[in-house]
């Protein structure tokens, strides 16, 4: 494991490389959204406001998701330490940039989808960002397969994991799932007359149905009847999601032509 850079990369500054590679997923997000807002031609002044809410939303939520885990209150951190020094999880952050977008939506009185901006965005966000969790985190559980990965003794006693076991790279996995995503995206879907800003609800649904199953691998704490947290927050919400996609998708949203879309207003 390499908490810092320079136990990456053996020289640098004494940064945390987890927190490295979220700016830089930050960073290939920003670059991303900028060029599809321009390829839609979207230049509403109000959108920089939208991407703020966003950043502050999930930066909040993210450490709230991992807050109140123990029944007995005086287990957790306080509200303030929570937010500073707490973990982070990445549902929560989703959740959190999604109710940030529209709350920033309500105060600058912006009325268009914007989903199909922040989907490609998003994707290449979390990809970058997972390697920040692969170099810093345990990987997995076991796994005889010969792609596992063996932890020298200080790592495994850094992360908590079996020294000399195998382990599943659960975040290479979605590493590769998000890689994936972002081609569809931004080869396929975002060329696809979808109703506006539903790209970003099929990215979010496959993604939920993908890091349902993946968690059996990751080798995070079970909570209630053989599933961990992250498994019973998404055993409620992929159920909505795909309810979502069911409806709008009985009213014809994926197979819009580009006549309809103008005439909805839809091609932002």
Known sequence: MFPTLPDLLGW????????????????????????ESR????????IPYLVLGALVGAAIAARLGTWAQHLDPSRNLDLVQQLAYGNASMLS???????GVHVAK????????TGDLFAPAVAV????????????????????????????????????????????????????????AFAVLWLWLRHRPIAAGETLTLYVAAYAIFRFFVEF???????WLGLTRPQLFLLVTIPLVLARIAVIASRGAFHRTPERMVARGQTA
Request: positive net charge; glycine residues 12%.
């Open 12 to 35: 640098g500054p004494p940064i945390d490389t987890h927190s490295a590679f979220v700016a830089l997923g930050m960073a290939a997000a920003g670059l991303v959204f900028l060029a």
């Open 39 to 46: 390829r839609r031609g979207v230049s509403d002044p109000r």
């Open 93 to 99: 952050g989703l959740v959190g940039a999604w109710i």
């Open 106 to 113: 309500r105060i600058v009185r912006y009325p268009h989808r």
């Open 125 to 180: 966000a979390l990809a970058i960002g997972r390697f920040g969790c692969f170099f810093t985190e345990k990987p997995g559980t076991p796994t005889g397969a010969s792609w596992g990965i063996v932890l020298d003794p200080d790592a495994a006693a850094r992360v908590g994991a079996p020294v000399g076991v195998p382990l599943h790279p659960s975040f290479l996995y979605e590493i590769a799932f998000h890689v994936a």
């Open 217 to 223: 691998v990751r080798g995070n704490d079970v909570a």
